[in-house]
């Protein structure tokens, strides 16, 4: 069972920018000692966990336990330690340059806009996205 913790201002919750929030009395709240103002939220999972978790660490279990795999979900590991490390020096290299970091953002709107357009404000193309995703999904895992 998972649970999470979260420090929130009072303003946030009680003049949230939606007046249909839930009234605050709903969610058990706990008053932190050392900060005023501020009230922790806590959350708990009520469910266990997705079957798509416990699939895939069964199939990391299973690739662990054959020795000749080993060398491998290593090297794969290891690998992508180093590409996180690497994109993120790279992303922090752009964002020094002046004039890049605008340029990437404003590139990003441009394709966020189309993207919205293109697959999520029909329906039609809501479903031909989800079939994609699913179609991708079942390439990657062999199915």
């Not at 009072?10 to 007046?19: E, Q, R, S």
């Not at 970091?101 to 479903?127: A, T």
């Amino acid at each position: 069972m998972a649970s999470i913790v979260a420090n929130l201002s009072v303003p946030l919750l009680i003049n949230g920018p939606k007046p249909s929030m839930r009234p605050i009395s709903k969610f058990p709240v706990f008053s932190s000692s050392g900060r005023q103002g501020r009230v922790l939220v806590a959350v708990k999972a009520a469910g266990d966990s997705s079957d798509s978790s416990t699939s895939l660490v069964k199939s990391v279990q299973n690739v662990w336990d054959k020795p000749e795999d080993r060398v491998a979900v290593i090297g794969l590991g290891l690998t992508a330690i180093i590409a996180i490390w690497a994109s993120s020096n790279f992303i922090s290299a752009i964002d020094k340059l002046p004039v890049i970091p605008s340029f990437f953002e404003f590139i990003g709107i441009l394709y966020s806009s189309w993207f919205v357009y293109r697959y999520l404000v029909f329906k039609p193309d809501r479903e031909e996205l989800f079939s994609s995703i699913n179609k991708s999904i079942s390439n990657i895992l062999g199915q």
